[in-house]
């Protein structure tokens, strides 16, 4: 059973930084692109930030030069470092990877969500 837990959400100030941390567990063999969305109240879910098993990364325009996401297949985990944070960043941030499971073919899989709050 592969899962995927997420922290390093909580309530800051505009203009702080928060770092947000997704960590795999279970029977895995490898990891293919790994993402992070966000979804707004009353907001469809968006794509904040992603990056590739080569390494390339892209970013909404609205997070570009603001925030870094980053992974270490050594430690099963993704980041997405976020500085200069906006009231407008407020939502829940969700992590989502594409894992092959050992004995089974790649799966798309959903963190929890972790709750960002930016404070004007």
């Known amino acids: 059973q592969v899962q995927l837990v997420e922290s390093g959400g909580g309530l800051v100030q505009a203009g702080g930084s928060l770092r947000l941390s997704c960590v795999a567990s279970?029977?895995?063999?490898?990891?293919?692109?790994m993402r992070w969305y966000r979804q707004a109240p009353r907001k469809g879910r968006e794509l904040v930030a992603g990056?590739?098993?080569?390494?390339?990364?892209n970013y909404a325009d609205s997070v570009k030069g603001r925030f870094t996401i980053s992974r270490d297949n050594a430690k099963n985990t993704v980041y997405l470092q976020m500085d200069s944070l906006k009231p407008e960043d407020t939502a829940v941030y969700y992590c989502?990877?594409?894992?092959?499971?050992?004995?089974?073919?790649?799966?798309?899989?959903w963190g929890q969500g972790t709750q960002v709050t930016v404070s004007s």
């Open positions: 989502n990877v594409d894992i092959h499971p050992i004995g089974l073919g790649v799966t798309n899989y």
């Open positions: 279970g029977s895995i063999f490898s990891f293919n692109g």
């Open positions: 990056i590739n098993s080569g390494g390339t990364t």
